[in-house]
């Protein structure tokens, strides 16, 4: 009876205190992001044990007893909000409230996968706790920062610079040394020059965060040694239609004159549609067959002539529109979808030297001389377009979350280059006259699916996967050469020759395919909890093809004949009528070249915390790596494929360490083996020939360099929007492949050999410092600061494998054997200064002056007698103002290249060489200073 009584009074009791109970209830909105809903915020009932979190709409709901509160409304990096709150029984307050970027300190908070990436202060956490060493750059930064692509967004990132049209550097190490990801998938690249597809096609709105690993981790792939990029795309998530639209102006490239070729002076040039009417034609078949072509089936078949048409150059103009839209399903699922389309052009004048060198004799004379074999100005303009469109699907609930995205790249350059000057030494004649008349076209299409599964409800056991395909095309369609002797308007000429040579070049990438699955446990009780293994595989497969045409000009008797320079289509026509001239085909057997590729991994890691203060993130990759080329030496059509396979297994070990020092300074250690494969071009079994004569000769015979990374690294990070950290890092690269020029008798040639050993060895310090420090009238200025600094060493092997298909052992014609590395800088300085301001209650605005500087590097290493082709230090200037007048409108002006200073390629002082010319510049030019003006308005 006593239990029974003791029941009923307990259940009388909690029955009367849950009547004197009521609720808070409310919405949590970002600020600095159009109130768009903020998941995960904090809300406490401050002095009490009483809070929750925000859901994935940023909505909560507290039960207190009846009295009088401070609520406590909080998210990591933001301004934390107290509002006093009144709890009646059995009635629901409502407050709802909206966060903004504050100075709060970093706490050690576990950023989670549901957090917005696209915010500054969330990154900036992100980078603080994680154990391996990466830093990131998210839409909120980019968008304050005026960065208008993903290139212009990653050089605010410490340790790289943009080179012209060569991509980025990471540490001062060129884009053979780095990779990309997409949403964590492999992908390939649209242009056989360049690793990595070109950064600055992409444009910023398609973009949720950009990730940079400067360090090996198992989950990623082997080949890089400099960076590995990992790009998500936007998922949405929000309800937004936006119009973009922007002009710009550089000096001497827009308003004024400016050469196209005639085919492209028209809408369809406009668009970047060109390239179809400039195929090889059929009449030509899949395989060379050399015979003449009559003049009436010339005259049917060739669709683009040689004309060039000169105008006025307009304004760079760029259009875009982002449109996206979110919806509640049943059951709390969430979908939403983003869709980006955008078109922009560009007007590129460059002007300046171009020179080769060529050594009269070698080793066996004993005062060998050396002097330019060709001497020319060179005047290029370039016309180019890009066009992009993403359309992505998510789909989320509380087990689920998948995604769809397929974008597409086209990319095109219409070019004319002229080059007067001397040719192979020729110095009676300084009128010699090469025009190049080309079209670059890439295509890219790639789709991709990615999906997470928590396979338990407390989120301890997760799989993640996605797989992707993709498509790439590069096409040099009708490359037209002309050359001769210039007489003011006029060219003296003749049939044959390079004279109306027409080159068809074309890599075709049938399929890339590319995946990944992950299995993730986290376990752990008390201070260990958190502990996670993980194992996974991800992988990438494909199958491309090159074929490389040519189709000369044959004389029957004119001889040389005088005629307008840009308008020679008329007369050509008539000779055609008229028999006085035939084409054919004049490709060799290596016009078609097969290439697979394929890489295969298996990983497992482990993520342990040891205590409050140690972290250790480890684990090792097996990487199977094969690449298979297939060629046709110079001789007979029809002899069948040799191949060459370079297959090898990699076993790719990498530990992470983190010690906090505090809860906001770390100390970090990370050490990784990984590898580097070459540029497609640089293996590619073909020798791609320019009208003066110089070409560029791949190598089949190349393998991947062993790369050995260590690297040590102190950081702190004093508020939410400061930082400070200063590393070491050291490298070993064995079979280096290095960018090789020779000056032969049949030419100036670029080439590439696998050459030795290479050691590298360097620093990094990195701050951003908030003026707030200094004053409070100076809270609205910030400094951000990095540079690397490093040393080189590389002993060339005395031997090499050719460049031929023999893959003989032949005698290196180094002229130095002991230098630097080629194509890395011994330091390079990035720094920005920011200016925020309002101009009225809604009206934000962010000013940023972006300076960046390289040191001298090695272009290319020098062949006997000369020393290397240096690149030599270019310094770059920008001036960014970015304004949001309201949620509506937004505007962006920049400067670009304020300074304008001429890039510049050297020859070296040290060439084993009496040198004859006064000047070792080899090439110059200014790229003037540009303007833009870019307008948004947000429906």
């Known amino acids: 009876m006593r239990i029974s009584h003791l029941i009923i009074t307990l259940l009388f009791c909690v029955t009367a205190f849950a009547q004197n109970k009521g609720t808070v209830s409310g919405t949590i909105t970002d600020k600095d992001m159009n109130n768009e809903t903020l998941p995960f915020a904090s809300v406490t009932l401050k002095g009490t044990s009483i809070g929750s979190s925000t859901d994935i709409e940023g909505k909560y709901t507290l039960t207190a007893p009846e009295g009088t509160y401070t609520m406590v409304i909080s998210f990591v990096g933001y301004e934390t909000q107290e509002v006093a709150v009144t709890v009646k029984p059995n009635e629901n307050i409502v407050v709802d409230r909206a966060l903004g970027s504050g100075s709060v300190k970093l706490e050690d908070v ?185 003049g009436q089936e010339s005259l049917a078949s060739f669709k683009s002539g040689f004309d060039v048409d000169t105008k006025t150059s307009p304004l760079n103009s760029s259009i875009g529109i982002l449109h996206g839209e979110k919806f509640t399903l049943k059951n709390d ?161 003749s049939y044959g020759g390079n004279d109306l040579l027409r080159q068809y070049f074309d890599i075709s990438n049938d399929f890339y395919f590319s995946a990944m699955a992950e299995y993730a446990l986290k376990f752990g009780k008390g201070e260990d909890k958190n502990q996670v293994f993980t194992f996974g595989y991800n992988g990438n497969a494909s199958m491309s093809e090159s074929s490389y045409r040519f189709v000369g000009s044959y004389d029957r008797g ?32 290596q016009y078609r070249v097969k290439l697979m590729e394929s890489t295969n991994a298996a990983y497992a890691n482990i993520l342990y915390h040891f205590g409050e203060k140690w972290e250790l993130n480890a684990g090792l990759r097996g990487e199977m790596a094969m690449r298979e080329t297939k060629f046709r030496r110079n001789g007979s059509f029809d002899q069948k494929f040799e191949k060459k396979t370079f297959d090898k297994f990699y076993a790719l070990p990498s530990v992470n360490v983190k010690y906090a020092l505090s809860d906001r300074a770390n100390l970090r250690l990370a050490t990784g083996i990984t590898y580097t494969k070459p540029v497609q071009i640089e293996a590619l079994a073909i020798s791609y020939l320019n009208a003066d004569g110089t070409s560029i000769n791949g190598n089949p015979n190349l393998v991947n360099s062993d790369n050995y990374n260590v690297d040590f690294k102190y950081e702190i990070f004093p508020t939410s929007k400061e930082m400070f950290a200063v590393g070491v890092f050291g490298k070993k690269i064995n079979n280096a492949i290095e960018r090789n020029f020779q000056s032969t008798a049949s030419g100036f040639i670029t080439t590439y050999f696998n050459t030795g050993d290479a050691t590298l060895y360097g620093a990094e310090l990195e701050f951003i410092f908030d003026f707030a420090r200094i004053s409070k009238s100076l809270s609205d200025l910030s400094w951000g600061f990095n540079t690397s600094l490093m040393q080189t060493h590389v002993k060339a092997n005395e031997y090499v494998v050719n460049n031929t298909e023999d893959a003989e052992l032949v005698k290196s014609s180094e002229t130095h054997r002991e230098r630097d590395l080629q194509g890395a800088s011994k330091w390079l300085v990035n720094t920005d200064l920011k200016y925020q301001f309002n101009l009225g209650k809604e009206w934000s605005n962010t000013v940023s002056a972006v300076y960046s500087v390289f040191g001298k590097r090695i272009f290319s290493v020098g062949s006997k007698p000369f020393d290397h082709i240096y690149e030599l230090p270019l310094s770059k200037l920008d001036l960014v103002w970015s304004s949001k007048v309201n949620e509506h409108l937004d505007f962006k002006f920049s400067a670009d290249n304020i300074l304008n200073p001429k890039v510049k390629f050297e020859l070296g002082e040290n060439s084993n060489t009496n040198f004859v010319e006064s000047s070792r510049i080899l090439q110059d030019y200014k790229r003037g200073v540009g303007f833009s003006l870019g307008f948004s308005y947000t429906f």
């Not at 990436?117 to 603080?128: D, H, P, S």
């Not at 060493?133 to 930064?141: D, F, L, P, V």
């Open 110 to 294: 576990v950023v989670t996968q549901n957090i917005n990436r696209e915010k500054e202060a969330v990154l900036l956490l992100e980078q603080k706790n994680a154990t391996v060493i990466k830093q990131s750059i998210g839409a909120q930064e980019l968008s304050r920062k005026g960065v208008s692509d993903v290139e212009e967004g990653l050089t605010k990132i410490t340790g790289i610079t943009k080179v012209g049209s060569r991509g980025l550097f990471v540490r001062g190490l060129e884009d053979r040394y780095n990779n990309l990801l997409i949403n964590g998938l492999a992908v390939p690249s649209n242009n056989p020059f360049r690793k990595i597809i070109p950064l600055d096609l992409f444009p910023t709105d398609i973009v949720s965060a950009i990730d940079v690993y400067k360090t090996f981790n198992t989950d990623i792939y082997g080949d890089f040694s400099g960076g590995t990029f990992n790009i998500g795309t936007s998922k949405g998530g929000k309800s937004i239609t936006k119009l973009s639209v922007g002009f710009g102006y550089t000096t001497d490239n827009n308003l004024s004159d400016f050469s196209m070729a005639a085919d492209a002076n028209g809408f369809k040039g406009f668009m970047g549609l060109t390239g179809k009417d400039r195929k090889l034609p059929g009449i030509f078949g899949n395989a060379p067959v050399k015979r003449p072509l009559g």
């Open 333 to 493: 699922a969430k979908m939403s979808y983003l869709f980006s389309l955008n078109f922009e052009n560009s007007y590129k004048v460059r002007e300046g030297l171009d020179r080769t060198v060529f050594g009269t004799s070698y080793e066996d004379t004993p005062t060998p001389t050396g002097q330019f074999d060709n001497n020319f100005t060179k005047k290029s303009f370039d016309y180019e377009t890009n066009t992009s469109a993403l359309i992505g699907l998510n789909y989320k609930t509380d087990a689920w979350d998948l995604g769809m995205n397929i974008f597409y790249l086209r990319n095109t350059v219409s070019s004319i280059q002229d080059q007067l000057g001397v040719s192979n030494a020729e110095l009676q004649n300084p009128d010699h006259f090469f025009r190049t008349n080309q079209l670059d076209q890439s295509d890219y299409l790639t789709a991709q699916l990615t999906g997470k599964y928590n396979l338990t409800k407390d989120k301890n056991q997760t799989l993640k996967s996605g797989v992707s395909f993709t498509k790439t095309s590069y096409q040099q369609p009708d490359r037209k050469f002309l050359e001769g002797t210039r007489e003011g308007d006029n060219l003296v000429m």
């Open 558 to 589: 004119v001889g040389i004949f005088t005629l307008p320079l840009n308008n020679i289509d008329a007369t050509v026509a008539l000779d055609l009528a008229n028999e006085r001239f035939y084409f054919e085909e004049s490709s060799n057997a």
